[in-house]
């Protein structure tokens, strides 16, 4: 069965390593029969959320920004990627934000597969569970029927593009064609 696979690359740069892990997945799920769809959020216009709480009663933010047609596309999609930096051992600004502006709709993300493309400098995968664990407070504590599907810990790489010389490539594409 063909699925809907989003992909959210919060890098800041593109062909960035956690950008470049997303592209290899999308290649991976596109040969498995799937169709993808990559969101790179440095290109969006994203405000952080105010708070105001309108959206609570509303399920509509107050801000016009690109979030209305992103949460549309989460809410359409079978299965979400979230691919991000790992900056001082939490996801990056970009998919924290992303994920802030999700309260108007967040109950309506439901039964999602998802997952998680994480980069980083450090070489420990125990130092990124701080970041998988961030990323789980949203997906598994507050998405019903949420589904864990993969991590794909991007270690040691730190310069952009550095992941192209490893291994990680390889299995960036097999998890993708594994979806």
Known sequence: MSKKVLLISASPR??????LLCDEFAKGAKDAGHTTEKIF????????????????????????????EILEKIINADVIV????????????QLKTLID???PKYTEIRNKEFYYILAAADTQKENMQKAV?????????????????GILYGLGVWHKGEVLNTRL????YEMGRSC
Request: glycine share 8%; charged share 25%.
């Open 41 to 68: 959020l440095a290109d969006k216009n994203i405000n952080y959320c105010k708070g105001c709480e309108v959206c609570n009663t509303t399920h509509k933010c107050v801000q016009t920004d690109d979030m209305e």
């Open 133 to 149: 664990e961030s990323i789980r407070g949203f997906t598994l504590d507050c998405l019903p029927g949420t589904r864990e599907k």
């Open 82 to 93: 979230l691919g991000t930096p790992v900056y001082f051992y939490t996801p990056d600004a």
């Open 14 to 19: 593109k062909g960035g390593n956690s950008d």
């Open 169 to 172: 490539i390889h299995q960036a």
């Open 101 to 103: 502006r999700t309260v």
